[in-house]
C-alpha cells in the first residue's frame, strides 16, 4: 500500500509508486478522506488523476480510506507499506507512525528514499508555486499541472 493525501499526486509520489510496483504484485495506492482537511482537490478528483498517471502500471490500484490506515490494511490483507523518504527531517513522523502501525496490526513500513530529483518536492509546494505563476512542468505530470493551472493559476 502507498498511502497519503495526494493533493496532488507529484512526480516524486508516482517514482515511489512506480518503483514499488516493481517490486511487489500488487501496490494499492490509497488516499487519505480526510473530514478536519477539505485540500485543494476533492479526493474523487485526486484518484482520477492517480488512476490516469498511474495506468500504464498494470498491478497498481487506486482507493480511498477513511479512519486508521491499519484498518484499511488488515480488511484486505495488506501486509506492507511503502513510504518515500525524501530528507532526514521525514524520519522522525515516519518512524513514529511506521512503529504505531507496527503495533497496533503487525503492519510492516518498507522507506524508498526518493529519488534525489524529487527530494525537495511536496504537494503545498507545488501548490504555491502554481498560484504565483511559477512552473511546474518539471515536478508534476501534465495532466495534473494542467488541473493546478485551471484551478489556481494567475487569470492571464
Ligand atoms: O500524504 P500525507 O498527508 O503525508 O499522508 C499521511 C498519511 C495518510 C499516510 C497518514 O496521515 C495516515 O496514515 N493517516 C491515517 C490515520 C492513521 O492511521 N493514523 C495513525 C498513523 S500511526
Known sequence: MCPGSFDPVTNGHLDIIGR????????VVAVLLNQ???????IEERMAMLREVT?????????SFEGLLVEFCK?????VVVKGLRAVSDF???LQMAQMN???AGVETMFMPTNPLYSFLSSSLIKDVVKFGGDV???VPEAVRLRL???LGPAT
Open 20 to 27: 514499488a510496483s516493481r517490486l511487489y504484485d500488487e501496490v
Open 36 to 42: 478536519s482537511k477539505s485540500g485543494l482537490f476533492p
Open 55 to 63: 495506468a500504464s502500471y498494470g498491478n497498481v490500484t487506486v482507493e
Open 75 to 79: 480488511a484486505r490483507s495488506i501486509p
Open 92 to 94: 522522525d513522523y515516519e
Open 102 to 104: 507496527l503495533g497496533l
Open 137 to 139: 512542468s518539471a515536478h
Open 149 to 151: 493551472v485551471e484551478r
